[in-house]
């Protein structure tokens, strides 16, 4: 069985961003700040579009604010190698 993580540099682009607070973030993107606090620490992933929408705030690809990595159930990634 596989498992999806996605992980994310929410946090340290809002600090980057003139310490943008979580609620700032989440007004500019559509959602409750418990939203923004559950996406930063790995609670909740976000459905694509809102993971276009925290992108566009920051003006960053989507790939440079999140992660994506997936492995099976033995702890090996798809590759191969031992993680």
Same mark, same amino acid.
């Given at each position: 069985?596989?498992?999806? !993580? *996605?992980?994310?540099?929410?946090?340290? $682009?809002?600090?980057? &961003?003139? +310490?943008?607070?979580?609620? /700032?973030?989440?007004?500019? @993107?559509?959602?409750?700040?418990? @939203? *923004? *606090?559950? *996406? +930063?620490?790995?609670?909740?992933? #976000?459905? $694509? /579009? !809102? &993971?276009?929408?925290? &992108?566009?705030?920051?003006?960053? #690809? !989507? +790939? +440079?604010?999140?992660?994506?990595?997936?492995?099976?159930?033995?702890?090996?990634? !798809?590759?191969?190698?031992?993680i």
């Amino acid at each position: 069985m596989s498992k999806c !993580l *996605i992980s994310n540099n929410i946090r340290k $682009l809002r600090f980057n &961003a003139d +310490e943008m607070t979580q609620q /700032e973030l989440a007004d500019k @993107t559509g959602v409750t700040r418990q @939203t *923004i *606090i559950a *996406i +930063e620490n790995g609670k909740y992933s #976000p459905t $694509l /579009e !809102l &993971a276009f929408r925290v &992108a566009r705030v920051f003006n960053k #690809p !989507l +790939e +440079e604010v999140f992660s994506f990595d997936l492995k099976d159930a033995k702890n090996k990634s !798809l590759t191969g190698k031992r993680i």
